[in-house]
């Protein structure tokens, strides 16, 4: 077999931990298990792909009866960190190690495990690929030395976190699990999987309610070109070049279709599994865009979030194309009626085309502060927003103070703000720009996948004697993916600046 077959073989061998963490198993686990149990095999890799901030590691034999009556324990405090229940997600990753088994005994030698149950606390990359001992100065693998009780272990872990968790917390209930997000830019990066899961129920919504249609479908393709070439996630980027390869096989340009194979592509689309971000990309387990109500925020938050990543990374040629692209996406796709005529009202009232990123990203931006300062009083009125996350003109002075030249409110009215936009504007390139699309580090599990993909792909194209006709947007996306977005990117964002600068107004 080939090295990296088994490379894959290996790393995937974690999945169905990793996904039953996140309350996505294939039904093997015992039920109440919260916690991630990892081995030899799939330690490594899992950990490195962590997304939690922290991870507790309980290493145990299944033998011992001490362990065995320390598990409710251990599964209570789990319950508050993992799983798509969990009151405080994307803190600590809660896993175990049995190490009575086999497979598993060089691995708790590698952490010098001395008894049972033996807890150890840490930043889940620095697990991976690494030794461990008490003896260690300076390690960031610490023994928890007062964990044998549920209370006492998140005692242990609230005094890490500064935090004030309580074993009963649950979903939506308990403002301490509510990200600082609005003084603190350092929040930001965990948007990334917020992004990720709106792009995915985008997705999602457009195909359960057959959306795509002769007058439709052309703006779809236009909007996941850029989602190709600028999309925050590596994995929604490879997701979508590949959804774009495939496009004219589940939605030819004559879709003049009887109901029965409508429902027949439907049926095809479903079948071939399209994740555009990645199967591993859970269902409401949001982080940066999580309310204090299961209603609010959520995937509106993170559609937004990824729209202003968009408008601040790409070139002042694709500008104009990009403004028309967002505008069509939302009207033909957002399903909230409402918000959809609001939002293409105020993409109609522009009346000069675009010139320059800088120009969209500020009229985004602007944009949703008008839309903000609507929804501030209908909510007031109604008694529908998040009390948690109340509407606001933003980004507030905390975020940025030089963004204000001066500020009033009224006594019944929004603030109202003198905007420094040759501020505004490099806040914005770097809060959805550099700082978000720099938290997303592609995993060792999501790399070798995008290989695996990427080259099948590649394969088929190459052994098939009738290639697919596909939509240039596909055959651009091809090329982009395939290259890994390398050097061959440049060439193509050069080429469709110019094919595009002379389809603009000017």
Same mark, same amino acid.
């Given at each position: 077999?080939?090295?990296?077959?088994?490379?894959?073989?290996?790393?995937?061998?974690?999945?169905?931990?990793?996904?039953?963490?996140?309350?996505?198993?294939?039904?093997?686990?015992?039920?109440?298990?919260?916690?991630?149990?990892?081995?030899?095999?799939?330690?490594?890799?899992?950990?490195?792909?962590?997304?939690?901030?922290?991870?507790?590691?309980?290493?145990?034999?299944?033998?011992?009866?001490?362990?065995?009556?320390?598990?409710?324990?251990?599964?209570?405090?789990?319950?508050?960190?993992?799983?798509?229940?969990?009151?405080?997600?994307?803190?600590?990753?809660?896993?175990?190690?049995?190490?009575?088994?086999?497979?598993?005994?060089?691995?708790?030698?590698?952490?010098?495990?001395?008894?049972?149950?033996?807890?150890?606390?840490?930043?889940?990359?620095?697990?991976?690929?690494?030794?461990?001992?008490?003896?260690?100065?300076?390690?960031?693998?610490?023994?928890?030395?007062?964990?044998?009780?549920?209370?006492?272990?998140?005692?242990?872990?609230?005094?890490?976190?500064?935090?004030?968790?309580?074993?009963?917390?649950?979903?939506?209930?308990?403002?301490?699990?509510?990200?600082?997000?609005?003084?603190?830019?350092?929040?930001?990066?965990?948007?990334?999987?917020?992004?990720?899961?709106?792009?995915?129920?985008?997705?999602?919504?457009?195909?359960?309610?057959?959306?795509?249609?002769?007058?439709?479908?052309?703006?779809?393709?236009?909007?996941?070109?850029?989602?190709?070439?600028?999309?925050?996630?590596?994995?929604?980027?490879?997701? =979508?070049?590949?959804?774009? /390869?495939?496009?004219?096989?589940?939605?030819? !340009?004559?879709?003049?279709? %009887? #109901?029965?194979?409508? &429902?027949?592509?439907?049926?095809?689309?479903?079948?071939?599994?399209?994740?555009?971000?990645?199967?591993?990309?859970?269902?409401?387990?949001?982080?940066?865009?999580?309310?204090?109500?299961?209603?609010?925020?959520?995937?509106?938050?993170?559609?937004?979030?990824?729209?202003?990543?968009?408008?601040?990374?790409?070139?002042?040629?694709?500008?104009?194309?990009?403004?028309?692209?967002?505008?069509?996406?939302?009207?033909?796709?957002?399903?909230?009626?409402?918000?959809?005529?609001?939002?293409?009202?105020?993409?109609?009232?522009?009346?000069?085309?675009?010139?320059?990123?800088?120009?969209?990203?500020?009229?985004?931006?602007?944009?949703?502060?008008?839309?903000?300062?609507?929804?501030?009083?209908?909510?007031?009125?109604?008694?529908?927003?998040?009390? =948690?996350?109340?509407?606001? /003109?933003?980004?507030?002075?905390?975020?940025? !103070?030089?963004?204000?030249? %001066? #500020?009033?409110?009224? &006594?019944?009215?929004?603030?109202?703000?003198?905007?420094?936009?040759?501020?505004?504007?490099?806040?914005?390139?770097?809060?959805?720009?550099?700082?978000?699309?720099?938290?997303?580090?592609?995993?060792?599990?999501?790399?070798?996948?995008?290989?695996?993909?990427?080259?099948?792909?590649?394969?088929?194209?190459?052994?098939?004697?009738?290639?697919?006709?596909?939509?240039?947007?596909?055959?651009?996306?091809?090329?982009?993916?395939?290259?890994?977005?390398?050097?061959?990117?440049?060439?193509?964002?050069?080429?469709?600046?110019?094919?595009?600068?002379?389809?603009?107004?000017?």
């Amino acid at each position: 077999m080939a090295l990296g077959a088994v490379l894959l073989l290996l790393a995937l061998a974690g999945r169905g931990d990793a996904l039953r963490s996140l309350g996505v198993g294939d039904g093997a686990a015992a039920q109440g298990d919260y916690a991630v149990d990892l081995n030899a095999t799939s330690f490594d890799a899992f950990l490195t792909a962590s997304r939690e901030q922290f991870a507790v590691v309980e290493f145990f034999a299944h033998w011992c009866p001490a362990c065995r009556n320390y598990k409710p324990h251990y599964e209570k405090v789990a319950k508050l960190f993992n799983g798509p229940d969990a009151a405080h997600p994307g803190r600590v990753l809660m896993a175990r190690v049995d190490c009575a088994s086999k497979v598993n005994v060089d691995l708790c030698s590698r952490f010098s495990v001395d008894h049972y149950p033996f807890l150890l606390w840490g930043p889940p990359p620095k697990f991976a690929n690494t030794k461990w001992d008490r003896k260690q100065e300076k390690s960031e693998i610490k023994l928890i030395d007062d964990g044998r009780t549920a209370e006492r272990l998140l005692k242990w872990i609230n005094k890490q976190l500064e935090s004030s968790f309580t074993l009963d917390d649950k979903k939506y209930e308990n403002e301490n699990m509510l990200p600082n997000n609005v003084s603190d830019p350092k929040q930001v990066v965990q948007a990334i999987y917020d992004v990720e899961e709106a792009t995915a129920h985008a997705l999602q919504i457009i195909l359960e309610h057959k959306m795509i249609k002769p007058d439709t479908r052309d703006s779809l393709i236009r909007f996941l070109q850029i989602l190709v070439a600028h999309h925050p996630s590596k994995r929604c980027r490879r997701g =979508s070049a590949e959804l774009l /390869i495939n496009f004219d096989d589940h939605w030819p !340009s004559n879709l003049s279709l %009887s #109901s029965q194979d409508s &429902s027949k592509l439907l049926e095809s689309v479903a079948a071939d599994n399209h994740k555009i971000c990645g199967k591993e990309v859970p269902r409401g387990y949001r982080m940066f865009c999580r309310g204090s109500k299961s209603e609010t925020r959520g995937f509106s938050c993170g559609l937004w979030v990824l729209l202003h990543s968009l408008t601040v990374q790409i070139g002042d040629g694709e500008s104009q194309s990009t403004f028309t692209s967002i505008c069509d996406f939302i009207h033909n796709f957002f399903i909230c009626e409402e918000c959809r005529k609001h939002f293409y009202d105020m993409c109609s009232s522009v009346s000069v085309p675009f010139k320059s990123a800088r120009d969209l990203s500020l009229w985004l931006w602007s944009t949703h502060n008008k839309v903000n300062e609507r929804l501030m009083k209908e909510e007031k009125d109604m008694g529908t927003g998040d009390p =948690s996350f109340p509407k606001a /003109i933003w980004p507030p002075k905390a975020l940025c !103070s030089s963004c204000y030249r %001066s #500020s009033s409110r009224t &006594s019944d009215g929004p603030l109202q703000v003198d905007w420094n936009e040759d501020e505004v504007f490099p806040f914005l390139v770097n809060y959805y720009g550099k700082t978000l699309v720099s938290s997303y580090k592609e995993t060792y599990i999501e790399s070798l996948q995008g290989k695996t993909q990427v080259g099948a792909a590649l394969s088929d194209d190459a052994s098939s004697s009738h290639a697919a006709r596909v939509p240039i947007g596909a055959a651009l996306g091809v090329a982009v993916a395939s290259c890994t977005f390398g050097a061959l990117a440049c060439f193509w964002r050069t080429q469709q600046k110019n094919r595009k600068q002379r389809k603009n107004w000017n």
